[in-house]
């Protein structure tokens, strides 16, 4: 925590909040200048301040902990952490990889859970994930996929490099240098893509219709209680106007989910109709490290001069309705939100959109060298996951999408 904290007043877009960076996650804000008073603001801010003591008290225990933890105190302890400084979405799925670990069997009356965790190393994990391939699932009844072999490994991975200390992590679980999980590799391939896979031209219309949707809860006058609004109690501005238009740039452009969110006005071009960003998911892997160019149809363009105008060059392009700028969790959030709102298949995510921006130039034939250049990813990886949309014949539907790909690839 910064030895002298203070609150101050920080200008996003047009608009002065109340803000800190007291407590080491970053900007925190209060409300905004003039809707609140410094004294609410300050007395949010000083239980801000509490909070946060209290979580460096608790990594501090934690470091006391000794290295005789079992599978399972670990896996709790790592969820633990992930409900508290993750989003509850990634926490669950964290949480369900896990318990499959923990509480798989060894032997009969014998899981995993019990085994001392310095003891795991990679060949437990292997010897886990291949068990685990043969054994149905309790929930579905059915074989796990390898998607899903994939991921848990991943997350045991992750929780072992996260016990011993690395980056940002806790560690003080387990020693320093015990990372017998470093060079595990994710053993199973993914499944590729299939047109059926492929978010559909209805679901995208629907998601549009609701995009922005206001979602913000409503004290009813009568029961008092907060609720969300109906269809009459609509306001033009609330904190996601504005949301379709980064949904529409989503398709457009085919990007991460937090490429557009963490794009400033200095990165875009309006002669060249492109957004540079310098700080990339690829950046520390690339042999020959080189920014991420996003480039960005007729449409996409329109929307991004719009969001623009009377912004500082340090500004993000994108934001919430109130000026706050957007996160990759709060798009998450939201796009889940307006899922449930238009109906939609629910293992849709926002990702669907860059899976059918790369389906659709794949399926049009263009040299797959391009497509990864403009996808800002590997060869390797459009081969791995779209490569069979090469030869694959156009159905009426992806048919019909691909026209639209056309105007937008260019």
């Known amino acids: 925590m910064a030895r002298h904290a203070k609150l101050n007043k920080k200008l996003v877009g ?22 609140v008073s410094f004294a609410d603001a ?50 669950e799925n964290q949480r369900s990889f896990l318990s499959t670990f923990a509480n798989h069997e060894i032997s009969e009356g014998r899981t995993y859970g019990e085994l001392a965790a310095i003891h795991v190393d990679r060949e437990t994990i292997e010897q886990f994930i291949t068990s685990l391939s043969k054994t149905k699932s309790e929930k579905t009844g059915d074989y796990r996929d ?30 320093k240098d015990h990372r017998p999980l470093t060079d595990l590799p994710a053993t199973f391939k993914r499944i590729k893509m299939t047109e059926a896979d492929l978010i559909t031209v209805d679901e995208i219309d629907a998601l549009l219709r609701w995009a922005d949707w206001d979602t913000d809860k409503i004290r009813d006058t009568k029961t008092r209680r907060y609720r969300t609004r109906d269809a009459t109690e609509q306001r033009l501005d609330h904190s996601w106007t504005g949301f379709g238009n980064l949904l529409t740039c989503h398709w457009e452009t085919g990007v991460r989910t937090g490429e557009l969110a963490s794009a400033t006005v200095r990165d875009y071009s309006p002669r060249r109709k492109v957004i ?14 080189k920014p991420r160019v996003i480039y960005l149809t007729d449409e996409a363009n329109d ?11 340090t500004d993000p392009i994108f934001t919430h309705g109130d000026g706050l700028p957007y996160s990759t969790d ?58 069979h949309f090469f030869d694959d014949d156009l159905s009426a539907e992806v048919a019909t999408m691909a026209l639209r790909a056309s105007r937008r690839a260019g």
């Open 146 to 175: 390898q998607n899903t072999l994939v991921h848990i490994t991943k997350a045991i991975k992750a929780a072992w490099e996260w016990a011993s200390g690395n980056k940002e992590h806790l560690g003080g679980l387990l020693p």
């Open 303 to 313: 929307i991004v001069a719009k969001n623009i105008a009377g912004k500082a060059p």
């Open 42 to 91: 300050n007395a949010a801010f000083r239980k801000h301040l509490a909070k946060e003591a209290t979580r460096q008290q608790k990594r501090q225990a934690a470091k006391k902990t000794t290295s005789a933890i079992t599978v399972k105190e670990l896996a709790d302890k790592r969820c633990a952490w992930l409900l508290e400084y993750k989003s509850k979405c990634h926490y």
């Open 330 to 387: 709060t798009i998450t959030k939201r796009f889940r939100q307006v899922r449930e709102l238009a109906g939609i298949r629910k293992h849709l995510t926002i990702y669907a959109f860059r899976h059918l921006w790369i389906s659709e130039a794949m399926q049009l034939g263009k040299p797959i060298a391009k497509v990864a250049e403009l996808a800002g990813t590997s060869i390797t990886e459009i081969e791995r996951t779209y490569g």
């Open 14 to 35: 047009k608009i002065t909040y109340w803000h800190t960076r007291a407590g080491g996650q970053g900007d925190t804000y209060f409300g905004r200048v003039g809707e």
């Open 276 to 289: 540079t960003l310098k700080e990339h998911k690829r950046v520390n892997t690339m042999a020959d490290s």
